[in-house]
């Protein structure tokens, strides 16, 4: 008898498992923001905030990817101080966009450039 329960609970338990191993899989979205086109015309770093903490610096031709639990993320540009002149940041504090993830997205943005300032821009994985 005692061998049984023993067996039972081990079976019972081995089932119970087996969700979290499949949701482990895709409990959070892939966030990938690229720097790879000359569509902002600095030689600047660029720092990219998820949450408003730095979470990335991109130079020309980067690009980063996140791991993050689904959800709505707010994300920020701002240009960073470096060796390069001119390249302090403004007074202003630039405005967050704020990006959507659903477990097992794969979303991925550009830097652009407008007038107001630097924003994501969806692009093609191009896989």
Not at 11 to 21: H, K, V
Not at 63 to 71: A, D, I, K, M, V
Request: charged residues 15%; proline residues 6%; hydrophobic residues 45%.
């Amino acid at each position: 008898m005692h061998w049984s329960a023993l067996s039972l609970s081990g079976f019972i338990s081995l089932f119970a498992a087996t969700p979290l191993a499949h949701a482990a899989g895709e409990d959070y979205g892939v966030l990938i923001i690229s720097r790879e086109r000359l569509e902002v015309a600095t030689a600047c770093e660029i720092g990219v905030y998820v949450q408003d903490q730095l979470a990335a610096r991109l130079f020309q031709e980067q690009s980063t990817s996140f791991n993050l639990p689904p959800g709505t993320v707010s994300l920020r540009l701002k240009l960073l101080p470096g060796q390069a002149p001119g390249c302090n940041p403004g007074m202003l504090t630039p405005g967050s966009q704020n990006v959507t993830l659903k477990a097992g997205d794969v979303l991925k943005f550009r830097i652009a450039m407008t007038q107001e300032g630097m924003y994501l821009k969806p692009a093609a994985l191009d896989y």
